[in-house]
């Protein structure tokens, strides 16, 4: 099983946002260390926050609640959590069968 790896970086289109690309597995192994450290680096960032997801290749629903914290946080303080993901793909497909792409914003590249 893959690990996460996560980048951070400013988006070239948006200074006013923060870009994570993920990569391998976001679930319950990982899925709380990520979730604290990316509340933590949004605390200090005060910007919006993109999420590409298309190169994970899993996810589950520990995974799907840290990116649902991260959107309800941000959303709080008037911010704007946006999730882009690969279109038809499995993940994509979990995003809508458990609902979760009915409030997060997602975007599909």
């Given amino acids: 099983m893959k690990h996460l790896q996560v980048t951070f970086n400013r988006t070239n289109k948006n200074q006013n946002a923060v870009h994570i690309a993920l990569e391998g597995s976001l679930n319950t192994m990982n899925a709380i260390n990520f979730k604290k450290d990316l509340l933590n680096h949004l605390e200090t960032?005060?910007?919006?926050?993109?999420?590409?997801?298309?190169?994970?290749?899993?996810?589950?629903?520990?995974?799907?609640?840290?990116?649902?914290?991260?959107?309800?946080?941000?959303?709080?303080?008037?911010?704007?959590?946006?999730?882009?993901?690969?279109?038809?793909?499995?993940?994509?497909?979990?995003?809508?069968?458990?609902?979760?792409?009915?409030?997060?914003?997602?975007?599909?590249?």
Avoid: P, W, Y
């Fill in 45 to 109: 960032e005060k910007t919006d926050c993109e999420i590409n997801i298309e190169k994970l290749n899993a996810i589950d629903i520990t995974g799907l609640n840290a990116l649902a914290m991260a959107h309800r946080n941000l959303e709080k303080q008037g911010r704007k959590l946006t999730v882009i993901s690969r279109a038809f793909e499995q993940i994509d497909e979990f995003l809508h069968i458990t609902k979760f792409d009915r409030f997060l914003n997602v975007q599909r590249a």
